[in-house]
T-cell receptor
Framework: DAGITQSPRHKVTETGTPVTLRCHQT?????MYWYRQDPGHGLRLIHY???????DKGEVSDGYSVSRSKTEDFLLTLESATSSQTSVYFC???????????????FGAGSRLTVL | EDQVTQSPEALRLQEGESSSLNCSYT??????LFWYRQDPGKGPEFLFT???AGEEKEKERLKATLTKKESFLHITAPKPEDSATYLC????????????FGAGTILRVKS
């Protein structure tokens, strides 16, 4: 079984509608992340969480909010979707097992969102 | 501002033709440098972590090295199944548990 799952995998929506993407991990990892991936930009961090109810902004957080009510679940919400938010969204989770606290991340398969 | 730059953007190799991918970084307080592989339509998959200059790690045809300013991913005698996008990421003391990714190198290996 996959350690981290995302839903939905594909979604088409219209400008101005709310959208929620879900991420579920079974690794009992403390840290969880939402990234977006766009051609030429690589992966850019939207928000991340360092524990239940503890979240922080990434480099492209405008227009997004997150919530983490349980260790295993991390939700990404677009309150009012815009065409610029058309992208592939990846969730990741990680522990602190590396030297110096370096995190090895496990990624989900991605959620492709199209905003018309 | 911390930056991670990967080159080349794309690389085409013949099967068996060895080459290297580059990841240069301008960060302070490096905690770790990571290499990931990403296949089309899938999430990135972890390959290596390097922690300090001079460190090397190997896995099958891949070897990652690290200096104070850059990392190389050497691919020896590549096969078509090595075709993927290779991503480099850094974690720093300043940014705690956030990883900053480069834009990636798209590798195509032809038989």
């Amino acid at each position: 079984d996959a350690g981290i799952t995302q839903s939905p995998r594909h979604k088409v929506t219209e400008t101005g509608t709310p959208v929620t993407l879900r991420c579920h991990q079974t690794e009992n990892h403390r840290y969880m992340y939402w990234y977006r991936q766009d051609p030429g930009h690589g992966l850019r961090l939207i928000h991340y969480s360092y524990g239940v109810k503890d979240t922080d902004k990434g480099e492209v957080s405008d227009g997004y909010s997150v919530s983490r009510s349980k260790t295993e679940d991390f939700l990404l919400t677009l309150e009012s979707a815009t065409s610029s938010q058309t992208s592939v969204y990846f969730c990741a989770s990680g522990g602190t097992g590396g030297a110096g606290g370096a995190n090895v991340l496990t990624f989900g398969a991605g959620s492709r969102l199209t905003v018309l | 501002e911390d930056q991670v730059t990967q080159s080349p953007e794309a690389l085409r190799l013949q099967e068996g033709e060895s080459s290297s991918l580059n990841c240069s970084y301008t960060v302070s307080g490096l905690r770790g440098l990571f290499w990931y592989r990403q296949d089309p339509g899938k999430g990135p998959e972890f390959l290596f972590t390097l922690y300090s200059a001079g460190e090397e790690k190997e896995k099958e045809r891949l070897k990652a090295t690290l200096t104070k300013k850059e990392s190389f991913l050497h691919i020896t005698a590549p096969k078509p199944e090595d075709s993927a996008t290779y991503l480099c990421a850094v974690q720093t003391l300043e940014y705690g548990n956030k990883l900053v990714f480069g834009a990636g190198t798209i590798l195509r290996v032809k038989s």
